[in-house]
């Protein structure tokens, strides 16, 4: 790193040596003050040339630093005089006479002073003018004063003004003095070791400010360098080595980035600042640089001395990158607060210097129209109600100089009241005046509706209190203070002076059966989790006048962040007329059930002992009608199986309706196939309909489901006692069933007309009660017990619909129900083969029949008296045990559930006890009984049978039974 290469050094050495050798043999003895001036002027000569240099570069590097801002020109200049002692001062002035940048700070921003003979347009107008400040007739300051050009059309900026301290010169010059003398007293000693010695000493001056220029490229914060043309820099600063060692410089050009390429024109270098951006080894530099060409005073070769400075930035772009980004953090986070933020002046209208996008959602208002109160103040839309006391609490708090906070109300845009909590703070400067307001805007418009409605809850909720004449405690755990309220102590029969108000005192008014219990349930709810906060508790107390009361408790617990209960407070009840109700309606309720169990006992004994003979009845006509009968017989035999029919359907009747009002009709619901189901259904009214003259019509719609799920057994109950009725009371005409789904109710709409004899319309809603008939004399002539409506209904709402009837008397009745519509996708169907029915029938089983009836013997034996089958009967479940040990193995077991000695059930758990004892197949069992509950079909299966069927048994569900069952060994 060098100010000059050694050839300029050594020949600036060797023309100082020959020119003051000269000098001083043509006049040492002559006259000395001739020479004493020459030598003189001649140091002078060449310290003010290297002056001019040093205040060109330096002039240069303000120049483009200058560019950047006044703070950094301050700190190029305090960089400067920091590292170069030589410099006794260095200022900036600019064209209006102020010194922007002084390395005394106490002259920044001051007007300059100028020396005697000086002043800023003589310094504009003669540049590079060197004053000398003098003390007792020597100088010590030089002082040096150069135009400096500035921004990017390089145009005059100012004055640098720099200080050169003299003392090493002075000391020069009075030794060169001495020395002169010296030589006029040794001239004998030879001028030739004199003038060489001469030009040695007087030499050391022009080498010290050389290295002042080496020591400025040395510490200088910039990267500086001076080349010749195109050449490789001759003349580089500390900072430009550093990086060209970091990254060589190709052989090639281009030589640098900073540095100008072979094909750029020289004459045309713009030397104004511009920035530059670098990528080197895949780090990014910025610099700030400048180029120029040394004036032509300064150029000693052809080609011109380029001078380039750049600084680099790099920091200051990430600072300014980081600050953008900050910035941006804080709008983000500004921009997405709840509220506003805003900074305002305190002016009377509180004029806004910044106020965040959020109050464009509380007031309606843009925000911009409030900055500088463009188009109105926000004190324009506070509410003129409130308007005073806001202003008072601003200025309170910057009177006491602590923050504010307050709740007003504004007008919105829309004109609305909206209600905003305000907290803020002023800003106050160095000597203590307040300069601007700080603060925040929220919108509590919710919470003060909140507010206004938690105060009419609690209002309605302290009527309701006295309404319900609650009385009210609260208890605090951490100091044991239980406070009750007049009613409290009313409730517990006491006055104020005679309740300690504590939890003691309140444990013993606790009836002594209850204490334990009701104290467990208290710190249970105490200490559970964070999550439970009420409890509620029933208890007795005993009063003192001796009176039990029963009460309930209904508290809250307040906790603490950690989940501790810190506050019990609640509403206390007096039931003790509740609960005297209460044991009333349990009597009478279990009275009630007592009565229907009686009830549900009577009919099923009932159902049992009818159906037992009723299955000899009906079996024994059924078995005579397949005699030869003549037509009178057979008319006698078909009577008594209508009657026997007759009855049996009011048993099932009265069954259904014991199950429903009981509430233990339960569905079976199951996927089936609905329009098949309905087709069977109406072929079973085709013949009777046939006989009376009458059509039955189907009416069917393509969009119906054909699959749902649902009750099929009840479904189809419903239709056939609405079928059934319709033909019934139809003497002509034609009944019709129609089925439509109703897609926006999902439901399925069934309506079954007639053109009977219609029901009076006074009639039509009784018809639906039990035993209840449109005309009492229909009974005799139609027949009928009046449950099949009520049945109807029942199911229906049971299956979450409705049933109606619509009908004019005399013209006919339509009877309409709705089920839920719930599709389902077919299911594919076992198509038996006839001939291995006929052939599984036709194989001979050994069947063992437990009955203690003899007429059901008898009739069992009836039915297969044709049949293949051989039959072995035992009286009870005792002897059928005997039967199945000794007479076994059977095909098939027909068991009555309800028998002496041992009845069905125990039979069958034998059984199925002793076959899985001894390994033995599985005997086919099914229960034959006249129990027909819905719950007894559950219980058989439960015992062990397979399948169970209700007396009266008709044939050829027994034949079908031995098919489906039996195992023919």
């Known amino acids: 790193m060098s100010v000059h290469s050694h050839d300029d050094v050594g020949h600036f050495d060797r023309k100082l040596a020959v020119s003051f050798g000269a000098v001083v043999l043509l006049v040492m003895l002559t006259v000395s003050a001739v020479s004493w001036y020459a030598f003189d002027a001649i140091m002078k000569d060449q310290e003010a040339r290297l002056a001019r240099i040093i205040g060109s570069v330096v002039g240069e590097a303000v120049g483009r630093v200058s560019f950047s801002g006044k703070h950094h020109t301050r700190l190029l200049v305090k960089d400067l005089i920091a590292k170069n002692p030589q410099f006794s001062h260095i200022g900036v002035i600019n064209l209006e006479d102020q010194i922007i940048a002084h390395s005394n700070d106490q002259l920044n921003d001051r007007p300059m002073l100028w020396p005697q003979g000086m002043s800023l347009q003589k310094a504009l107008t003669e540049p590079n003018q060197v004053y000398h400040f003098s003390l007792f007739g020597r100088p010590t300051v030089r002082e040096l004063f150069l135009p400096y050009h500035s921004g990017f059309n390089n145009r005059l900026a100012g004055i640098i003004h ?108 713009n030397s104004s600042a511009q920035e530059l951006n670098v990528t080197l080894d895949g780090h990014e530099y910025h610099f700030l640089f400048t180029r120029f060409i040394l004036s032509e005073e300064l150029q000693e070769h052809a080609q011109p001395q380029i001078c380039t400075i750049a600084l680099d930035i790099s920091d200051h772009k990430l600072v ?76 309170e708090g910057v009177n006491l100089n602590r923050s504010y906070h307050m709740e007003y109300r504004i007008i919105h845009q829309d004109g609305a009241t909206r209600w905003v909590y305000e907290e803020g703070r002023a800003h106050f400067g160095k000597h203590g005046q307040a300069l601007w307001l700080d603060g925040v805007i929220f919108d509590i418009t919710d919470r003060k509706q909140m507010e206004h409605t938690l105060h009419q809850n609690r209002t309605r ?20 203070q239980n406070s009750w309220d007049a009613r409290m102590l009313e409730i517990y029969g006491l006055e104020a002076s005679q309740f300690d108000n504590n939890y003691a005192a309140w444990v013993r008014c606790i009836h002594p059966e209850d204490q334990h219990s009701t104290e467990q349930a208290f710190f249970r709810a105490l200490s559970a989790s964070y999550h439970t906060q009420t409890y509620d508790i029933e208890h007795r107390i005993v009063r003192p006048d001796g009176s039990i009361h029963h009460l309930r408790t209904q508290a809250w617990i307040q906790r603490d962040s950690q989940g501790k209960a810190e506050q019990v407070s609640g509403l206390v009840f007096d039931i003790t007329e509740q609960k005297e109700v209460e044991t009333t309606l349990r009597l009478a309720r279990e009275q009630a059930e007592s009565a229907n169990r009686a009830k549900s006992d009577f009919l099923a004994a009932m159902s049992h002992e009818i159906r037992t003979p009723m299955n000899a009845v009906i079996g024994m006509g059924e078995v005579l009608l397949e005699t030869k009968l003549d037509q009178e017989q057979r008319h006698y035999i078909e009577t008594l199986q209508h009657a026997g029919e007759a009855l049996l359907d009011l048993i099932n009747a009265i069954l259904d309706l014991s199950k429903i009002e009981s509430g233990r009709m339960e569905l079976v619901e199951q996927d089936f196939d609905l329009h098949k189901m309905v087709v069977e259904t109406c072929q079973l009214f085709q013949v009777q309909c046939r006989k009376q003259g009458i059509e039955l019509n189907l009416n069917w719609e393509e969009s119906n489901p054909t699959y749902i799920h649902g009750d099929q057994a009840r479904i189809r109950q419903i239709l056939f006692n609405l079928i059934g009725n319709a033909v019934k009371f139809t003497d002509e005409g034609s009944v019709t069933v129609e089925i439509r789904s109703i897609e926006q109710e999902k439901t399925l709409l069934f309506k079954i007309t007639d053109s009977g004899i219609g029901i009076p319309a006074d009639k039509q809603e009784t018809i639906f009660q039990k035993f209840s008939q449109a005309d009492s004399s229909l009974s005799r002539r139609h027949g009928g017990s009046g449950l099949g409506l009520t049945i109807c209904r029942h199911l229906v709402e049971h299956m979450k619909g409705r049933i109606w009837v619509d009908s004019e008397e005399g013209q006919g009745s339509c009877f309409s129900f709705t089920l839920p519509c719930r599709p389902t996708a077919p299911k594919a169907e076992i198509i038996s083969n006839p001939h291995d029915a006929q052939q599984k029938q036709s194989k001979k089983a050994r069947i063992l029949l437990v009955e203690d009836s003899k007429d059901n013997q008898i009739l069992i034996r009836t039915y297969l008296k044709r049949e293949p089958h051989s039959l072995v ?45 001894r390994h033995l197949t599985a005997t086919p069992i099914v229960a034959l009984t006249a129990h027909a509950l819905q719950g007894d079909e559950q219980r058989s299966l439960q015992a062990g049978c397979n399948a169970h069927l209700t007396k009266p048994i008709r044939k050829a569900h027994l034949l079908a039974a031995i098919r489906d069952h039996a195992n023919p060994s």
Request: aromatic share 8%; proline share 5%; hydrophobic share 40%.
């Open 162 to 269: 720099i200080g050169i301290r003299q003392d090493a010169t002075t000391r020069a010059l009075k030794s060169g003095f001495l020395s002169l003398l010296s030589m006029i007293a040794l001239l004998t000693m030879g001028a030739m070791i004199l003038v060489h010695r001469l030009s040695k000493r007087y030499s050391r001056p022009v080498k010290r400010l050389a290295n002042q220029m080496a020591a400025l490229l040395e510490h200088a914060p910039m990267l500086i360098a001076i080349q010749k043309g195109q050449q490789q820099p001759h003349v580089t600063s500390r900072l430009w080595h550093q990086f060209y060692r970091t990254h060589p410089l190709p052989d090639q050009p281009p030589l640098h980035p900073l540095l100008p390429t072979k094909q750029e024109d020289l004459t045309k270098i």
């Open 320 to 395: 300014e990158r980081q600050l953008s980004e900050s910035e941006n953090r804080f709008h983000s986070l500004v921009s997405n607060l709840p509220g506003a933020v805003y900074r305002c002046n305190l002016d009377s209208a509180w004029s806004m210097l910044f106020i965040s996008d959020g109050i464009e959602r509380i007031s309606g208002y843009p925000k911009e129209s409030f900055i500088h109160n463009l188009e109105r103040s926000f004190a324009s839309i506070i509410h003129k109600d409130d308007l005073i006391m806001v202003e008072q609490k601003v200025f």
């Open 461 to 480: 909720l302290q009527a309701a209190v006295v309404a319900s004449r609650a009385g009210t405690f609260y208890y605090t755990i951490e100091n044991d």
């Open 873 to 917: 009967v035992a009286w009870d479940g005792e002897e059928a045990l005997t039967r199945f040990n000794e007479d076994g193995p059977f095909d098939l077991i027909f068991m009555d559930m309800q028998m002496p000695i041992m009845d069905g059930y125990a039979a069958t758990a034998h059984i199925r006890a002793l076959e899985q004892a």
